[in-house]
């Protein structure tokens, strides 16, 4: 079953959101989810909801955008903080402190933190994505929240994994308790790689292992391959030990459905991005 459901709202323009609609049925107070491009004051090739302020579109229009994704939420604007995503693997631990970094300017932004983690119920992590793997942590029992932005150099750098030991490690979460939601990104079906991202993918995943389970690399033509950035995350998230019951992963493809997605590989690289987020709605 599709984890990412579209939400109902009553708001009369409600922009377009996803929700981990089991996550929060069964964690009261707690709000997660994706946003889509849809229903949005973004003009252009950011039509409409783009939520991040690094893609060169007006500044007022993303600021409404993330104003919007927020009511309808339900999260208190002033909450919401997010890192500057330079494609790397630093996982920071986000402090009451961080409230609205980044939300309001870029240079106010968590310098190179591609994954956040806090069990500060007063902030709402947010990251951004178009394409790349949004990775959406929780342990219910700590209350430890947490999200990843796995490209495929995140990926390979085992971006997940060291999610989940921080979570571990600082906020002293049981692995059994921890839940990961793999979003909306590009699929295996619109995602062909060369040799050199292959490589890097080899050097961090077991493909004899990995041929128990779904497939993560299938050969297009010469030097090349669909690689399935999700199910390869998936799977690394896996033997990091968290319970395969507890992974939950999309069908949606944002290379396919552009009409709902930002793409930035269908689109060429200029397009708008959505967001991840994961919090509380009372701090
Ligand atoms: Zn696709």
């Not at 109902?8 to 069964?26: H, I, S, T």
């Not at 932004?109 to 956040?116: F, P, R």
């Not at 090349?224 to 999309?250: F, S, V, Y």
Request: aromatic share 8%.
């Amino acid at each position: 079953m599709e984890p990412f459901v579209r939400r109902q709202g009553k708001l009369p323009d409600e922009p377009g959101v996803l929700e981990l609609a089991g996550w929060m049925a069964d964690t009261p107070g707690l709000a997660a989810g994706f946003t889509t491009r849809l229903g949005g004051v973004s003009q252009g090739c950011f039509d409409s909801l783009n939520c991040a302020l690094h893609v060169r579109d007006a500044e007022k229009d993303v600021i409404a955008n993330r104003r919007r994704v927020a009511l309808a939420a339900g999260i208190p604007f002033e909450n919401w903080v997010c890192g500057e995503q330079v494609h790397g693997n630093r996982v920071h631990a986000v402090t009451e402190e961080d409230r609205g970094r980044g939300w309001f300017d870029r240079a106010s932004a968590i310098q190179d933190a591609d994954a956040l983690v806090t069990d500060a119920e007063g902030v709402m992590l947010a990251s951004f994505y178009a394409d790349c793997v949004p990775l959406i942590f929780l342990d219910p029992v700590k209350r430890v929240v947490a999200l990843a932005h796995a490209g495929w150099k995140g990926t390979v750098t085992r971006i997940g994994p060291e999610t989940v030991h921080m979570m571990q490690k600082r906020y002293h979460s049981s692995i059994e308790h921890i839940r990961a939601a793999i979003g909306p990104s590009i699929g295996p079906c619109c995602y062909e790689v060369d040799n050199r991202v292959l490589e890097q993918v080899r050097a961090v995943w077991n493909e004899e292992e990995g041929k128990a389970e779904r497939p993560v690399i299938q050969s297009s033509r010469p030097g090349h391959a669909w690689l399935d950035l999700r199910e390869l995350n998936r799977q690394l998230l896996k033997q990091a030990g968290i319970l395969p019951t507890n992974i939950e992963c999309t069908n949606l493809c944002t290379g396919c459905e552009t009409g709902m997605f930002f793409s930035h590989r269908k689109e060429g690289g200029a397009t708008g991005r959505m967001m991840s987020f994961i919090g509380w709605k009372k701090g």
